[in-house]
């Protein structure tokens, strides 16, 4: 829990979720209008995600028109977003690995949405062929993951 590695004040929460195979970008607040604001449509959040096989540029067009997922049980078309193929980032490895070179060749791409439905960008790119095996959240906003260093638990005043 979070509240393990740092005092936190009473009534903080975090803005949006990370599950627990996702890494990244965590906002904490105690102003529940703010929350609400930062998970609105209103703000990009961009990740990096690592997917098994080398994806074409022809499905990141797909992804970035919207595709068809399901929210508990339900048909939703996801609206478009930002989506690039991307270097392979420079990020420390994971404490569990994933997998290997022998599991075969995998790709990074940047996707950036403004919507944050349940696991919506790992059932993205499971819908185009891609499963997605590593999923980290660089960017909320204005604010970069990597102007953090690892572990920092930083005050931000001013998001936008």
């Known amino acids: 829990m979070l509240g393990e590695l740092y005092s936190f004040p009473e009534g903080t929460m975090a803005i949006g979720r990370l599950d627990v195979n996702s890494e990244g970008l965590l906002l904490l607040t105690t102003d529940g209008k703010t929350s609400e604001y930062i ?11 690592q997917v098994d096989g080398v994806i074409s540029q022809a499905e990141i067009e797909i992804l970035k028109k919207g595709v068809e997922i399901s929210i508990e049980g339900k048909k939703y078309t996801t609206i478009p977003c930002k989506a690039t193929l991307i270097s392979t980032p420079n990020f420390p490895n994971r404490t569990q690995k994933i997998r290997d070179e022998r599991h075969g060749p995998t790709s990074w791409i940047s996707i950036t949405i403004n919507e944050g439905k349940f696991r919506q960008v790992r059932k993205m790119t499971a819908v185009v062929g891609y499963p997605t095996l590593r999923l980290i959240r660089v960017r909320i906003g204005t604010i970069l993951l990597n102007n953090l260093k690892l572990g920092e638990v930083k005050k931000v ?4």
């Open 157 to 160: 005043e001013k998001l936008i």
């Open 39 to 49: 998970r609105s449509k209103k703000i990009e959040k961009e990740y990096y995600v």
